[in-house]
């Protein structure tokens, strides 16, 4: 492909970039998102899932891509054609390449002199250079690779959505691809800005997100009271993380088997009566620690005492038990 060659674009083109490349569908609506061209689609495979498909964006952008190509295709095949994964880098290295794609895809579009493109070299360069500072932030927020790619998606989007409004280019407002001040933020570890809720990491620790007033691109006040909204709904989830009380006790016939249902032990997921008693105590054995492997209640867990490993003669009892109940499973 051309964009492989000659500009070194080195990414599974998906689809939806390739189309939106293809269209010159830039952007759309949903301005705190990022749209269709977008450095989230230009990832290697190890990256993380972005969540769900963007399914409103990809099929607009089939229809675009059909009637703009004047190709013999059927809604299906374009749908096919544009459908994609956005992912999310884990790494600042990763975030490096998403962004290092979009800069030659943005020389390809616009030249490389020009603004958009030298202001995401900008970051691309101070990334290389403070690697060990990218690293380190992603050490303690693990969406601060995610971060990055999207100030720059973000910057480059408004700019283009000014440019479509603008009658000249005296008109578009440039300031957002001002990097100077986030880069500054960056090196000090100051830097900080909101991330959709699609676009977090899944294990994220408690919300850092501060105010990003400070990130040198003012976003308009809607937006700002959308993200608002956005901080708050993730302020009333619970912030204690799950904790797990994991069986290391090597006892296969107490346990579930690999790629067995836990339906076919306990149907409906009711656990028959007459559950061991635990080690010669009152307590009943928890199923899902002695059976599942791994209890999600822990220390919450009703029977939560028998979390530990099974005597030679609750095990045994145990494992008559289990054993009871997949039979009576596999007849009813
Ligand atoms: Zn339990």
């Known amino acids: 492909m051309h964009l492989v060659n000659s500009y070194r674009v080195d990414a599974n083109l998906t689809g939806l970039a390739t189309a939106a490349i293809y269209a010159m569908h830039l952007c759309w609506e949903g301005s705190d998102m990022p749209s269709n061209f977008t450095p989230f689609y230009l990832y290697r495979q190890s990256a993380a899932n972005y969540g769900d498909n963007n399914a409103d964006g990809s099929n607009n952008l089939a229809a675009s891509l059909k009637a703009l190509s004047g190709a013999p295709l059927s809604d299906i095949e374009a749908k096919k054609l544009t459908a994609a994964k956005m992912m999310r880098p884990n790494t600042p290295d990763e975030a490096l390449y998403m962004l290092r794609n979009f800069y030659r895809i943005c020389c390809m579009i616009w030249g490389k002199a020009t603004k958009i493109s030298s202001s995401i070299l900008d970051v691309t360069n101070h990334l290389t250079a403070n690697h060990l ?3 380190q932030v992603t050490q303690t927020d693990p969406n601060f690779p995610t971060k990055v790619v999207f100030i720059v998606n973000q910057a480059v989007q408004q700019v283009i959505r000014s440019a ?13 691809l ?7 933020q960056i090196q000090t570890r100051q830097f ?6 699609a676009l977090h990491h899944q294990k994220r620790s408690s919300a850092t997100t501060l105010p990003s007033s400070s990130s040198g691109k003012e976003p308009d006040e809607k937006q700002q009271q959308k993200k608002k909204q956005r901080k ?12 797990l009380a994991t069986n290391t006790q090597d006892l296969p016939c107490a346990r579930i088997k690999p790629n067995e249902k836990w339906d076919a032990i306990f149907p409906k997921g009711k656990v028959p009566p007459g559950i061991p008693k635990f080690n010669g105590s009152d307590s009943q054995c928890c199923t899902k620690y002695h059976t599942g492997g791994a209890c999600n209640k822990a220390d919450m867990c009703p029977r939560a005492k028998s979390h530990a490993a ?21 007849s009813s």
């Open 133 to 135: 500072i990218y690293d």
């Open 164 to 176: 479509l409004n603008a009658k000249d280019c005296s008109e578009v407002d440039w300031t957002a």
């Open 178 to 184: 001002d990097f100077g001040f986030t880069l500054r």
């Open 192 to 197: 900080n800005c909101f991330l959709p809720k």
């Open 232 to 243: 708050s709904d993730h302020d009333e989830k619970p912030k204690d993380r799950k904790k």
């Open 310 to 330: 099974l005597d030679e003669k609750t095990a045994s009892k145990y494992c008559n038990y289990i054993s009871e109940c997949r039979k009576n499973a596999s």
